[in-house]
Protein backbone atom coordinates (compact mmCIF):
# COMPACT_ATOMS: atom_id res chain seq x y z
CA UNK A 1 0.00 0.00 0.00
CA UNK A 2 1.45 3.41 -0.89
CA UNK A 3 1.05 6.23 1.39
CA UNK A 4 1.53 9.86 0.95
CA UNK A 5 2.54 11.84 4.21
CA UNK A 6 0.56 12.29 7.02
CA UNK A 7 -2.07 14.60 7.80
CA UNK A 8 -1.69 15.83 11.38
CA UNK A 9 -5.35 14.54 12.30
CA UNK A 10 -4.01 11.08 10.39
CA UNK A 11 -1.12 11.64 13.14
CA UNK A 12 -3.82 11.99 15.74
CA UNK A 13 -5.62 8.47 14.74
CA UNK A 14 -2.05 6.72 14.15
CA UNK A 15 -0.84 8.06 18.10
CA UNK A 16 -3.99 6.86 19.47
CA UNK A 17 -4.40 3.71 18.07
CA UNK A 18 -7.64 4.31 15.79
CA UNK A 19 -6.64 3.36 12.19
CA UNK A 20 -7.29 -0.40 11.23
CA UNK A 21 -3.96 -2.65 11.14
CA UNK A 22 -3.45 -2.46 6.83
CA UNK A 23 -3.44 0.98 7.73
CA UNK A 24 -1.25 1.38 10.48
CA UNK A 25 1.27 -1.25 8.87
CA UNK A 26 2.19 0.92 5.71
CA UNK A 27 2.38 4.15 7.65
CA UNK A 28 5.10 2.46 9.91
CA UNK A 29 6.44 1.88 6.72
CA UNK A 30 6.15 5.09 5.38
CA UNK A 31 7.45 6.50 8.58
CA UNK A 32 10.95 4.76 8.33
CA UNK A 33 11.47 7.19 5.14
CA UNK A 34 9.97 10.41 5.91
CA UNK A 35 11.57 12.48 7.87
CA UNK A 36 8.55 15.54 7.67
CA UNK A 37 6.13 12.41 8.73
CA UNK A 38 8.43 11.36 11.52
CA UNK A 39 8.81 14.79 12.85
CA UNK A 40 5.28 14.76 12.80
CA UNK A 41 4.44 11.61 14.56
CA UNK A 42 6.56 12.72 17.65
CA UNK A 43 5.44 16.01 17.85
CA UNK A 44 1.98 14.20 18.24
CA UNK A 45 3.04 11.73 20.78
CA UNK A 46 5.15 14.16 22.51
CA UNK A 47 3.00 17.19 23.53
CA UNK A 48 1.76 18.52 26.00
CA UNK A 49 -1.81 17.52 25.66
CA UNK A 50 -0.86 14.00 25.32
CA UNK A 51 0.70 13.46 28.56
CA UNK A 52 -1.87 11.19 29.89
CA UNK A 53 -3.44 12.51 33.43
CA UNK A 54 -1.89 13.68 36.15
CA UNK A 55 -0.22 11.54 38.89
CA UNK A 56 -2.69 10.27 41.18
CA UNK A 57 -5.61 11.67 38.98
CA UNK A 58 -4.95 15.12 39.98
CA UNK A 59 -2.26 17.70 38.71
CA UNK A 60 0.54 18.49 41.05
CA UNK A 61 0.47 22.16 42.02
CA UNK A 62 3.28 24.73 43.45
CA UNK A 63 3.07 24.40 47.68
CA UNK A 64 2.14 20.52 47.06
CA UNK A 65 4.66 18.15 48.91
CA UNK A 66 6.35 14.94 47.48
CA UNK A 67 7.66 13.37 50.29
CA UNK A 68 9.84 15.11 51.59
CA UNK A 69 10.02 18.02 48.93
CA UNK A 70 7.89 21.08 48.51
CA UNK A 71 7.16 21.82 45.09
CA UNK A 72 7.77 25.45 43.86
CA UNK A 73 7.07 25.92 40.59
CA UNK A 74 6.59 23.78 37.35
CA UNK A 75 9.92 24.60 35.31
CA UNK A 76 9.34 21.64 32.34
CA UNK A 77 6.93 19.18 30.80
CA UNK A 78 7.10 16.31 28.31
CA UNK A 79 5.31 13.48 27.37
CA UNK A 80 5.92 11.63 30.16
CA UNK A 81 5.98 13.88 32.90
CA UNK A 82 6.56 17.42 34.37
CA UNK A 83 9.10 18.71 36.51
CA UNK A 84 9.27 20.99 39.20
CA UNK A 85 11.49 23.15 41.24
CA UNK A 86 10.92 21.98 44.77
CA UNK A 87 13.19 22.36 48.24
CA UNK A 88 14.68 18.80 49.32
CA UNK A 89 12.90 19.92 52.96
CA UNK A 90 15.61 17.73 55.08
CA UNK A 91 18.93 18.44 53.40
CA UNK A 92 17.96 22.76 53.05
CA UNK A 93 18.57 22.35 49.00
CA UNK A 94 16.69 22.95 46.03
CA UNK A 95 16.63 20.06 43.27
CA UNK A 96 14.32 19.10 40.38
CA UNK A 97 11.42 16.65 40.70
CA UNK A 98 10.26 14.97 37.80
CA UNK A 99 6.88 13.56 37.73
CA UNK A 100 5.14 10.84 35.90
CA UNK A 101 2.10 11.63 34.18
CA UNK A 102 0.98 8.58 33.53
CA UNK A 103 -1.01 6.10 35.39
CA UNK A 104 -0.30 2.71 36.18
CA UNK A 105 2.32 0.19 37.12
CA UNK A 106 3.89 0.77 33.17
CA UNK A 107 4.74 4.17 34.02
CA UNK A 108 6.39 3.91 37.42
CA UNK A 109 8.55 1.08 35.90
CA UNK A 110 9.62 3.79 33.07
CA UNK A 111 10.39 6.12 35.40
CA UNK A 112 11.94 3.98 38.39
CA UNK A 113 14.17 2.37 35.43
CA UNK A 114 15.41 6.48 34.50
CA UNK A 115 16.41 6.48 38.31
CA UNK A 116 18.40 3.04 38.27
CA UNK A 117 20.40 4.32 34.96
CA UNK A 118 20.77 7.75 36.13
CA UNK A 119 22.04 6.05 39.73
CA UNK A 120 25.11 4.08 38.42
CA UNK A 121 26.13 7.22 36.42
CA UNK A 122 28.29 9.83 38.11
CA UNK A 123 29.66 12.23 35.41
CA UNK A 124 29.94 16.28 35.13
CA UNK A 125 27.91 15.69 32.18
CA UNK A 126 25.12 13.84 33.54
CA UNK A 127 22.26 14.68 35.11
CA UNK A 128 22.85 13.34 38.81
CA UNK A 129 20.05 11.91 40.80
CA UNK A 130 19.50 11.76 44.04
CA UNK A 131 16.12 10.05 45.10
CA UNK A 132 13.35 8.43 43.90
CA UNK A 133 10.00 6.83 45.03
CA UNK A 134 6.38 7.08 44.40
CA UNK A 135 3.91 9.38 45.49
CA UNK A 136 0.62 7.94 45.19
CA UNK A 137 0.18 5.92 41.83
CA UNK A 138 2.77 8.66 40.54
CA UNK A 139 6.31 8.03 40.55
CA UNK A 140 9.14 10.69 41.34
CA UNK A 141 12.50 11.72 40.53
CA UNK A 142 14.67 13.75 42.82
CA UNK A 143 17.65 15.21 40.88
CA UNK A 144 20.64 17.93 40.41
CA UNK A 145 18.43 20.91 39.45
CA UNK A 146 20.72 22.73 36.67
CA UNK A 147 20.68 26.39 36.41
CA UNK A 148 20.30 26.63 32.88
CA UNK A 149 17.96 25.97 29.39
CA UNK A 150 17.65 23.21 26.98
CA UNK A 151 19.73 22.98 23.99
CA UNK A 152 16.91 23.53 22.15
CA UNK A 153 16.12 26.82 24.00
CA UNK A 154 19.70 27.77 23.78
CA UNK A 155 20.05 27.62 19.87
CA UNK A 156 16.59 29.50 19.94
CA UNK A 157 17.66 32.37 21.94
CA UNK A 158 20.18 33.76 19.80
CA UNK A 159 22.98 32.93 16.91
CA UNK A 160 25.51 30.24 18.01
CA UNK A 161 28.61 29.53 16.50
CA UNK A 162 29.90 26.63 15.25
CA UNK A 163 32.53 26.15 18.10
CA UNK A 164 29.66 26.92 20.57
CA UNK A 165 27.89 24.21 19.10
CA UNK A 166 30.38 21.90 19.28
CA UNK A 167 31.27 22.62 22.44
CA UNK A 168 28.00 21.65 23.77
CA UNK A 169 28.04 18.46 21.77
CA UNK A 170 31.58 17.70 23.12
CA UNK A 171 30.09 17.99 26.59
CA UNK A 172 27.08 15.48 25.71
CA UNK A 173 29.51 12.73 24.12
CA UNK A 174 31.03 12.96 27.15
CA UNK A 175 28.02 12.08 29.27
CA UNK A 176 26.90 9.50 26.88
CA UNK A 177 30.20 7.96 26.64
CA UNK A 178 30.27 7.37 30.36
CA UNK A 179 26.63 6.00 30.11
CA UNK A 180 28.14 3.10 27.45
CA UNK A 181 31.05 2.33 29.90
CA UNK A 182 27.86 1.04 32.04
CA UNK A 183 26.31 -0.57 29.70
CA UNK A 184 23.60 1.73 29.13
CA UNK A 185 22.46 3.35 26.37
CA UNK A 186 19.89 6.49 26.43
CA UNK A 187 17.15 5.90 23.57
CA UNK A 188 16.13 9.48 23.06
CA UNK A 189 19.19 11.54 22.58
CA UNK A 190 17.66 15.04 20.89
CA UNK A 191 18.24 19.19 22.03
CA UNK A 192 15.24 19.14 24.66
CA UNK A 193 17.42 16.72 26.75
CA UNK A 194 20.82 18.61 26.71
CA UNK A 195 20.67 21.23 29.01
CA UNK A 196 23.21 24.06 28.69
CA UNK A 197 24.18 25.49 32.21
CA UNK A 198 24.71 28.86 33.12
CA UNK A 199 28.22 27.14 34.25
CA UNK A 200 29.13 27.00 30.73
CA UNK A 201 29.25 23.00 31.53
CA UNK A 202 26.25 20.92 29.66
CA UNK A 203 24.50 17.73 30.40
CA UNK A 204 22.42 14.82 29.34
CA UNK A 205 19.05 14.58 31.11
CA UNK A 206 16.16 12.46 30.96
CA UNK A 207 17.40 8.78 30.85
CA UNK A 208 13.96 7.54 31.25
CA UNK A 209 14.32 5.45 27.74
CA UNK A 210 18.11 4.20 28.74
CA UNK A 211 18.06 0.10 28.59
CA UNK A 212 21.38 -2.00 28.69
CA UNK A 213 23.03 -1.68 25.82
CA UNK A 214 22.82 -5.84 25.26
CA UNK A 215 21.48 -5.74 21.50
CA UNK A 216 17.37 -6.11 21.74
CA UNK A 217 15.56 -6.36 18.89
CA UNK A 218 12.13 -4.21 18.81
CA UNK A 219 9.35 -3.87 16.27
CA UNK A 220 7.69 -0.23 16.11
CA UNK A 221 4.64 -0.70 17.07
CA UNK A 222 1.70 -1.01 14.14
CA UNK A 223 -0.43 1.67 15.93
CA UNK A 224 2.86 3.99 17.49
CA UNK A 225 0.99 4.46 20.31
CA UNK A 226 2.11 7.32 22.36
CA UNK A 227 2.89 4.99 25.23
CA UNK A 228 5.23 3.36 23.43
CA UNK A 229 6.30 5.75 21.11
CA UNK A 230 7.55 7.50 24.55
CA UNK A 231 9.35 4.24 25.68
CA UNK A 232 11.17 4.09 22.69
CA UNK A 233 12.41 7.30 21.94
CA UNK A 234 11.68 10.29 19.49
CA UNK A 235 10.90 8.86 16.33
CA UNK A 236 12.66 12.56 14.47
CA UNK A 237 15.70 11.54 16.20
CA UNK A 238 16.17 8.08 16.23
CA UNK A 239 18.81 5.78 14.11
CA UNK A 240 17.56 4.16 10.93
CA UNK A 241 18.15 0.54 12.99
CA UNK A 242 15.51 1.80 15.83
CA UNK A 243 12.71 2.69 13.14
CA UNK A 244 13.13 -0.02 12.16
CA UNK A 245 13.13 -2.13 14.47
CA UNK A 246 16.47 -4.15 13.84
CA UNK A 247 18.57 -4.55 17.04
CA UNK A 248 20.10 -1.44 18.50
CA UNK A 249 23.27 -1.01 20.38
CA UNK A 250 25.01 2.10 21.43
CA UNK A 251 25.51 3.87 17.66
CA UNK A 252 21.98 5.33 18.15
CA UNK A 253 22.83 7.81 20.69
CA UNK A 254 25.94 8.40 18.20
CA UNK A 255 23.24 8.68 15.19
CA UNK A 256 20.85 10.88 17.13
CA UNK A 257 23.66 13.18 18.58
CA UNK A 258 25.16 13.65 15.22
CA UNK A 259 21.66 14.55 13.76
CA UNK A 260 21.52 17.11 16.92
CA UNK A 261 24.82 18.92 15.92
CA UNK A 262 23.99 18.75 12.40
CA UNK A 263 20.69 20.38 12.82
CA UNK A 264 22.92 23.24 15.38
CA UNK A 265 25.61 24.19 13.24
CA UNK A 266 23.80 24.12 9.98
CA UNK A 267 20.43 25.39 10.99
CA UNK A 268 18.62 22.59 8.83
CA UNK A 269 18.15 18.89 9.28
CA UNK A 270 20.09 16.80 7.13
CA UNK A 271 17.30 14.82 6.02
CA UNK A 272 14.70 18.18 5.59
CA UNK A 273 13.56 17.92 2.30
CA UNK A 274 14.46 13.97 1.38
CA UNK A 275 12.13 11.12 1.99
CA UNK A 276 15.01 8.38 2.39
CA UNK A 277 18.03 8.23 4.74
CA UNK A 278 19.92 10.64 2.20
CA UNK A 279 22.17 13.61 3.34
CA UNK A 280 21.22 16.80 1.82
CA UNK A 281 23.52 19.61 0.90
CA UNK A 282 23.90 22.14 3.85
CA UNK A 283 23.58 25.97 3.33
CA UNK A 284 26.84 26.96 1.54
CA UNK A 285 27.29 30.00 4.06
CA UNK A 286 27.03 27.43 6.91
CA UNK A 287 29.33 25.17 5.75
CA UNK A 288 32.24 27.32 4.95
CA UNK A 289 32.07 28.08 8.67
CA UNK A 290 31.85 24.63 9.79
CA UNK A 291 34.32 23.21 7.94
CA UNK A 292 35.04 19.60 5.77
CA UNK A 293 36.28 18.40 8.93
CA UNK A 294 33.30 18.80 10.79
CA UNK A 295 30.81 18.25 7.91
CA UNK A 296 32.68 14.31 7.49
CA UNK A 297 32.56 13.69 10.80
CA UNK A 298 28.75 14.52 11.32
CA UNK A 299 28.31 12.22 7.80
CA UNK A 300 30.43 9.37 9.06
CA UNK A 301 28.02 9.44 12.23
CA UNK A 302 24.94 9.97 10.50
CA UNK A 303 25.82 6.74 7.99
CA UNK A 304 22.42 4.16 7.39
CA UNK A 305 24.42 1.20 8.71
CA UNK A 306 26.04 1.56 11.86
CA UNK A 307 29.01 -0.20 11.38
CA UNK A 308 29.69 2.82 9.30
CA UNK A 309 29.93 4.95 11.90
CA UNK A 310 32.41 5.72 14.29
CA UNK A 311 33.58 3.17 16.94
CA UNK A 312 32.12 5.43 20.13
CA UNK A 313 31.18 8.49 20.90
CA UNK A 314 34.55 8.84 22.33
CA UNK A 315 36.31 8.68 18.16
CA UNK A 316 33.22 10.53 16.96
CA UNK A 317 34.06 13.99 19.65
CA UNK A 318 37.68 13.86 18.80
CA UNK A 319 36.75 13.46 14.88
CA UNK A 320 35.18 16.58 15.97
CA UNK A 321 37.76 18.71 16.97
CA UNK A 322 41.11 20.08 16.00
CA UNK A 323 43.84 18.10 16.19
CA UNK A 324 46.36 19.30 19.00
CA UNK A 325 49.49 20.76 18.15
CA UNK A 326 53.12 21.11 19.13
CA UNK A 327 55.11 23.91 17.93
CA UNK A 328 58.75 24.41 18.21
CA UNK A 329 60.54 27.35 19.42
CA UNK A 330 64.14 28.23 21.12
CA UNK A 331 62.48 28.82 24.53
CA UNK A 332 59.61 27.18 26.59
CA UNK A 333 56.47 29.43 26.51
CA UNK A 334 52.62 28.10 27.03
CA UNK A 335 50.08 29.37 23.77
CA UNK A 336 46.87 29.44 26.11
CA UNK A 337 44.15 26.89 25.75
CA UNK A 338 43.82 25.90 21.87
CA UNK A 339 40.03 25.06 22.30
CA UNK A 340 37.71 26.02 24.63
CA UNK A 341 35.86 23.78 26.56
CA UNK A 342 33.02 22.94 29.01
CA UNK A 343 33.65 19.75 30.67
CA UNK A 344 34.09 17.84 27.51
CA UNK A 345 38.17 19.05 26.34
CA UNK A 346 40.94 20.25 26.96
CA UNK A 347 43.89 20.92 24.57
CA UNK A 348 46.60 22.70 25.42
CA UNK A 349 49.51 23.57 22.81
CA UNK A 350 53.21 24.02 24.31
CA UNK A 351 55.84 25.22 23.00
CA UNK A 352 59.31 23.24 23.51
CA UNK A 353 63.02 24.17 22.37
CA UNK A 354 64.29 22.65 19.60
CA UNK A 355 68.27 22.75 20.31
CA UNK A 356 69.69 21.33 24.11
CA UNK A 357 70.90 23.99 25.97
CA UNK A 358 74.12 24.76 27.49
CA UNK A 359 75.25 22.86 30.19
CA UNK A 360 75.10 25.01 32.46
CA UNK A 361 71.61 25.69 32.06
CA UNK A 362 69.81 26.22 34.71
CA UNK A 363 67.07 23.18 36.07
CA UNK A 364 63.29 23.68 36.42
CA UNK A 365 62.94 23.53 39.87
CA UNK A 366 65.88 25.59 40.66
CA UNK A 367 65.16 28.50 38.24
CA UNK A 368 64.65 31.95 38.94
CA UNK A 369 61.03 33.35 38.71
CA UNK A 370 60.59 34.09 35.58
CA UNK A 371 59.62 30.88 34.05
CA UNK A 372 58.83 31.44 31.01
CA UNK A 373 62.42 32.83 30.00
CA UNK A 374 64.02 28.96 30.71
CA UNK A 375 65.80 26.25 29.17
CA UNK A 376 64.18 23.46 29.44
CA UNK A 377 66.00 20.47 28.36
CA UNK A 378 64.58 17.66 25.89
CA UNK A 379 64.22 15.15 29.16
CA UNK A 380 62.16 17.14 30.87
CA UNK A 381 60.22 17.94 27.70
CA UNK A 382 59.36 14.25 26.97
CA UNK A 383 58.42 13.82 30.41
CA UNK A 384 55.95 17.04 30.52
CA UNK A 385 54.54 15.91 27.19
CA UNK A 386 53.73 12.49 28.62
CA UNK A 387 51.90 13.87 31.97
CA UNK A 388 50.21 16.36 29.99
CA UNK A 389 48.74 13.75 27.57
CA UNK A 390 47.65 11.23 30.72
CA UNK A 391 45.91 13.99 32.39
CA UNK A 392 44.09 15.14 28.77
CA UNK A 393 42.87 11.58 28.63
CA UNK A 394 41.87 11.57 32.58
CA UNK A 395 40.19 14.80 32.02
CA UNK A 396 37.77 13.80 28.82
CA UNK A 397 36.64 10.62 30.95
CA UNK A 398 35.56 13.15 33.89
CA UNK A 399 38.75 11.35 35.94
CA UNK A 400 39.25 14.86 37.44
CA UNK A 401 41.34 13.94 40.66
CA UNK A 402 43.27 12.17 38.62
CA UNK A 403 44.00 14.45 35.91
CA UNK A 404 44.69 16.62 38.17
CA UNK A 405 47.75 14.33 39.38
CA UNK A 406 48.90 13.87 35.55
CA UNK A 407 49.05 18.02 35.38
CA UNK A 408 50.97 18.51 38.28
CA UNK A 409 53.63 16.00 37.06
CA UNK A 410 54.07 18.43 33.86
CA UNK A 411 54.08 21.61 35.99
CA UNK A 412 56.91 19.99 37.86
CA UNK A 413 58.89 19.51 34.76
CA UNK A 414 57.67 22.52 32.80
CA UNK A 415 56.84 24.63 35.90
CA UNK A 416 55.63 28.36 33.84
CA UNK A 417 52.86 30.17 35.60
CA UNK A 418 50.83 30.53 32.34
CA UNK A 419 50.51 26.58 31.87
CA UNK A 420 49.13 26.67 35.53
CA UNK A 421 46.92 28.75 35.08
CA UNK A 422 45.25 27.68 32.13
CA UNK A 423 44.69 24.48 33.84
CA UNK A 424 43.14 26.34 36.93
CA UNK A 425 40.79 27.85 34.15
CA UNK A 426 40.01 24.15 33.12
CA UNK A 427 39.07 22.83 35.91
CA UNK A 428 36.99 26.45 36.80
CA UNK A 429 34.68 25.73 33.74
CA UNK A 430 33.68 22.22 34.46
CA UNK A 431 32.79 23.15 38.06
CA UNK A 432 35.61 21.88 40.27
CA UNK A 433 36.78 25.15 42.42
CA UNK A 434 39.13 23.59 44.49
CA UNK A 435 41.32 22.00 41.66
CA UNK A 436 41.07 25.06 40.19
CA UNK A 437 42.24 26.99 43.16
CA UNK A 438 45.15 24.72 43.57
CA UNK A 439 46.23 25.54 40.12
CA UNK A 440 45.27 29.17 40.23
CA UNK A 441 47.57 28.94 43.67
CA UNK A 442 50.36 27.42 41.67
CA UNK A 443 50.43 30.12 39.04
CA UNK A 444 50.65 33.19 41.50
CA UNK A 445 53.55 31.63 43.09
CA UNK A 446 55.51 30.54 40.27
CA UNK A 447 56.54 34.20 40.48
CA UNK A 448 55.29 36.22 36.81
CA UNK A 449 53.85 39.47 38.33
CA UNK A 450 50.98 39.81 35.48
CA UNK A 451 50.11 35.68 36.09
CA UNK A 452 50.11 36.23 39.72
CA UNK A 453 48.00 38.95 39.58
CA UNK A 454 45.38 37.29 37.23
CA UNK A 455 45.62 33.92 39.44
CA UNK A 456 44.63 36.23 42.29
CA UNK A 457 41.50 37.35 40.64
CA UNK A 458 40.76 34.11 40.06
CA UNK A 459 41.29 32.92 43.08
CA UNK A 460 39.12 35.62 44.65
CA UNK A 461 36.22 34.46 42.75
CA UNK A 462 35.95 31.02 43.81
CA UNK A 463 33.93 29.88 46.88
CA UNK A 464 35.73 29.81 50.03
CA UNK A 465 37.15 26.27 50.80
Known amino acids: MTVACLEPTEAVDLVDGRLDEDRARAIDEHVGTCARCRKLVAE?????SRGGGAPGGSAPSSGDHVDRY???EPIGRGGMGVVFRARDETLGRDVAIKLVLLDGPEAQSYALREARALARLSH???VAIYDAGLHGDATFIAMELIAGVSLQAWLAAAPRTPAQVLAVIADAAAGLAAAHDLGLIHRDVKPGNILVGDDGRSRIADFGLARDATPVARRVS??????QTAQA???AYMAPEQVSGRPLDARVDQ????LTAWEGVFGVSPFEELTEWEIAAPPAARRAQVGAQVEAALRRALAVDPGQRFPDLRAFACALAPPPTKRWGARAAVAAAAAAFAGGA?????AWPSRSPPADAVHPTDAAPRRETLEITPDHATAADAALAAGKEQFLAGHFEEAAHHFEVALEHFPVA????QIGVSFRDVGRPALARRFFARARDLGDPGQSAAAERELAKLPAP
Open 418 to 421: AFAF
Open 124 to 126: PNV
Open 70 to 72: LLI
Open 44 to 48: VAQSD
Open 255 to 258: FALA
Open 346 to 350: IALAI
Open 222 to 227: KQLDAL
Open 233 to 235: GTP
